[in-house]
């Protein structure tokens, strides 16, 4: 990005640049307005245009990489893998993951998360809590967006119970019964 200085009067006026910006955006909208019409009626059926997903009707699958809905990863018996070390929550930019640790049960670890909450109104979904956890105790490889969970606050604020279930549930049915779960919810809300 070139500072203010390298700029040539003709872009420092923004009005070329402006005018520019909305002959693109007006050419997209024409030339689909123009091919919709044409394609009712039988012809440019070689050409497409581009269309919006009826969401949640379709929903486009998103890639690998995709940074969904965080989730506390288990262990064989059915606890989760968190050792309360913290790095999570201090590795955080937006300062959303809260964590309360606490003595552990059994004697062969030293501690555990006794309360995890992620503030998802607060979160970035940068990642960076997936990077720093040293035991792969927390993924956002749900492939399921952040969803409206209430009117409040407080009902976007993900506790401990919730991220384990999103693990037990792709465990039980697989990777895509989030997905399938969210559309029923927002089906049943019709």
Known sequence: MRRPEELTLRERLYVPEIVRGLRVTGGKFWRNLFLHMAHSVGFAEDKSASVTLQYPEA?????????????????????MNCTACFLCATACPARCIHIEAGEHPDSEFEKYAMRYEIDTLRCIYCGM???ACPCDAIRMDTSVHPRISGYLRTDFVEDKQALMERSRVMAKQGEGALMRQMLAVYRDAD
């Open 59 to 79: 929903y486009q699958n998103y890639g690998e990489a995709y940074r969904g809905s965080h989730r506390l990863t288990l262990k064989e018996d059915g606890s």
């Open 129 to 131: 809590c997936v990077e």
